[in-house]
């Protein structure tokens, strides 16, 4: 019987402390499972300034399974992720992160859950090494996402998991300058299932997140799932016209003083966020129209394979 094959993605920024941890953890867990399974390991690498490109070299000189990937600028994290599943060639597709805050030990749970016929198997982060304000403005985003989205989302959902190679066709489908990858994995569908586990303390290096950085992460994430914010206008719009006929109403019969000032300022109000939601989507349709590559590879520093390697 022909082994299948699983790509992990792991993306990588300045991660030199902590590669060769990962690397071996990841080949202890796996090493019951190579009878059954071939496993290639692809290395996004978002233009590191540090040694990473070094280590995984090494890494691959003695072990082809290790293949790198090296952008030309940093392009973000989704970017990373996404550039992964491209280049990706499993029947399965797996996304862990080198800080090994996401356990490597949990894959195994992963491809059971697979093989039990689960198209999409995702870690579920029940408790996080953060403090209160970052976990709850993280819940806050969740909980509102999943109240504005245009579809359901997965709460509490990582890019911490396992997909099928036709769930990771259906993500490289879409076109969006903006990959959100928990929502497009939770709107392909399919047969999905989570397993619960706590996410550990980073053990070396320092986290590459901010607060702004999650900021942004959160304002594209909502922009690329929902169109909450233009149906919100388009309400208050008509709120608004009930308003303003009132008011002249009031005005013509004085029966209410400065209601006209009052529904003025409420209508200039408006204008301001109707304008501003307005210019933030058209600004996200100009992108996704010009169609700029969402990552682009230096290939001076990419170590590829042509085809899946056979396990020696």
């Not at 590669?19 to 090493?31: A, G, V």
């Not at 903006?178 to 070396?204: D, H, K, V, W």
């Not at 994430?221 to 233009?230: A, H, N, P, Q, R």
């Not at 100009?286 to 899946?308: C, E, H, M």
Request: net charge neutral.
């Amino acid at each position: 019987m022909t082994k299948k094959l699983v790509s992990i993605i792991c993306p990588v920024y300045n991660e030199q402390v902590n590669i060769q941890m990962f690397y071996d953890r990841l080949e202890t867990t796996l090493s019951d499972l190579r009878d059954l399974y071939k496993f290639e390991y692809i290395f996004t690498n978002n233009r590191s300034t540090d040694n990473t490109v070094e280590i995984i070299s090494n890494l691959r000189e003695h072990d082809k399974r290790v293949q790198l990937i090296t952008f030309s600028r940093n392009f973000g994290y989704q970017a990373s992720v996404l550039a992964g599943l491209h280049y990706a060639k499993g029947d399965a597709s797996i996304v862990i992160d080198v800080d090994c805050e996401d356990p490597p030990e949990m894959i195994p749970s992963f491809i059971k859950k697979w093989q039990a016929g689960y198209d999409i198997v995702y870690g579920i982060q029940k408790k996080r090494q953060e403090n209160v304000l970052v976990q709850e403005s993280r819940n806050f985003f969740y909980w509102l996402l999943n109240k504005v989205g245009d579809h359901e989302i997965i709460m509490n959902m990582a890019e911490f998991g396992l997909i099928t190679k036709d769930v990771r066709q259906e993500i490289l489908n879409n076109k969006s300058t903006f990959p959100f990858l928990r929502t497009e994995i939770s709107y392909a569908g399919f047969n999905q299932i989570g397993i619960n586990y706590i996410r550990q303390a980073r053990q070396y290096g320092k986290t590459h997140y901010n607060f702004w950085g999650m900021a942004q992460f959160a304002v594209g994430g909502i922009l690329s799932s929902s169109t909450f914010l233009l149906r919100l206008s388009a309400f208050i719009g008509a709120v608004l016209v009930l308003l303003n006929t009132f008011a002249v109403f009031f005005e013509i019969t004085n029966s209410v003083n400065k209601a006209f000032e009052v529904i003025v300022i409420l209508d200039l109000m408006y204008l301001v966020f109707f304008m501003a939601t307005i210019s933030i989507y058209i600004a996200r349709i100009y992108k996704n129209g010009v169609q700029r590559p969402v990552f682009i590879v230096d290939k001076r520093y990419t170590l590829i394979n042509a085809s899946p390697l056979d396990e020696e």
